[in-house]
């Protein structure tokens, strides 16, 4: 994909783009609304400038930045850096149709499995991971500073075999039949 091509999706109202600076102050927006450490403008930045072994885009409702992701590749693995969906779209899908194309975007990229981490607190998005087919292998103690919280390490193995195809084009015809997400 080239940047700045729009990534069709199974979200009606929703779009993928790939991430550029003039996103970021959207995205900063979110990031501090939904995180008790949030990033800054300066990681974004560096993680952006990094052209080889990373992919960030947006969704966007409109012209609207409403969630964004990351991911970073090493060899055979990718490991997502950031998911975010403004408080106000939760639970319509953003998050699952950023999920998708990380899941797609793995694939293409070669890479076979994925990795996370996920806040022990944070129960929707462990749920949603697990419908993904995230398991949890470990713990990180303390692993968010500002809280002290602690976070599980989720992956999932084998993306490109015909079981976790097949589990994706689920979650994919499901959202298909959601009603369209407006601004």
């Known amino acids: 994909m080239r940047a700045g091509e729009?990534?069709?999706?199974?979200?009606?109202?929703?779009?993928?783009?790939?991430?550029?600076?003039?996103d970021l102050r959207s995205v900063l927006e979110i990031e501090k609304r939904v995180f008790p450490e949030p990033w800054s403008s300066t990681i974004f930045g560096s993680e952006l400038a990094l052209r080889h072994g990373r992919s960030y885009r947006v969704a966007k409702a409109g012209r609207h930045v409403v969630g964004y992701r990351g991911l970073m590749f090493s060899g055979e693995e990718a490991h997502v850096t950031t998911l975010a969906v403004a408080p106000e779209y939760h639970r319509r899908g953003v998050a699952t149709l950023l999920l998708l194309d990380a899941v797609r975007t793995t694939v293409e990229s070669g890479a076979l499995h994925l990795s996370l981490e996920v806040?022990?607190?944070?129960?929707?998005?462990?749920?949603l991971y697990r419908r993904f087919g995230f398991s949890p292998v470990g713990?990180?103690?303390?692993?968010?500073?500002?809280?002290?919280?602690?976070?599980?390490v989720?992956?999932?193995?084998?993306l490109p075999s015909p079981d976790y195809a097949g589990r994706i084009s689920g979650i994919e015809a499901e959202l298909r039949n959601r009603p369209a997400v407006s601004k």
């Open 6 to 22: 729009v990534v069709t999706t199974a979200l009606p109202g929703i779009e993928i783009h790939t991430m550029h600076r003039r």
């Open 119 to 127: 806040a022990f607190g944070n129960h929707g998005a462990q749920a």
């Open 139 to 152: 713990i990180r103690k303390g692993y968010y500073q500002m809280t002290g919280e602690d976070a599980y």
């Open 154 to 158: 989720m992956w999932a193995y084998d």
